[in-house]
């Protein structure tokens, strides 16, 4: 059975820094991409930043600069770390794996999703 688990969620203030993790265990997962995707109350859930089995990664705009995505295949885990956070980035982040050749903002498919971790940045 296969499971996504996301963790290192939690309160911040503005500018300060949070790193999630996410852990994929059921199958081997190092020729999957893997992402991460968000969704602010009451908005749609929206792309942040995902990479592909080779590495290549793919980043919102709006988090450019300021996030980086990275994984371990042998542990099947994908890491984002969290810098310069802003109010902005309040939500609640979602960690997902994609079988799929495609790994690009538009055309990323998820097959496995985790429940999620709140990040929640004070002002």
């Known amino acids: 059975q296969v499971q996504v688990v996301e963790s290192g969620g939690g309160l911040v203030q503005a500018g300060g820094s949070l790193r999630l993790s996410c852990a994929a265990s059921?199958?081997?997962?190092?020729?999957?991409?893997m992402g991460w995707f968000r969704q602010a109350p009451g908005k749609e859930r929206e792309f942040v930043v995902t990479?592909?089995?080779?590495?290549?990664?793919y980043y919102a705009d709006s988090v450019k600069g300021r996030f980086t995505i990275s994984r371990d295949n042998a542990k099947n885990t994908v890491y984002l770390q969290m810098n310069n956070l802003k109010p902005e980035d309040t939500a609640v982040y979602y960690c997902?794996?994609?079988?799929?050749?495609?790994?690009?903002?538009?055309?990323?498919?998820?097959?496995?999703w985790g429940k999620g971790t709140l990040v929640t940045v004070s002002s």
């Open positions: 990479i592909k089995w080779n590495g290549n990664t």
């Open positions: 997902a794996v994609s079988s799929g050749v495609l790994a690009g903002p538009s055309n990323f498919r998820g097959d496995y």
């Open positions: 059921g199958r081997p997962f190092s020729n999957y991409a």
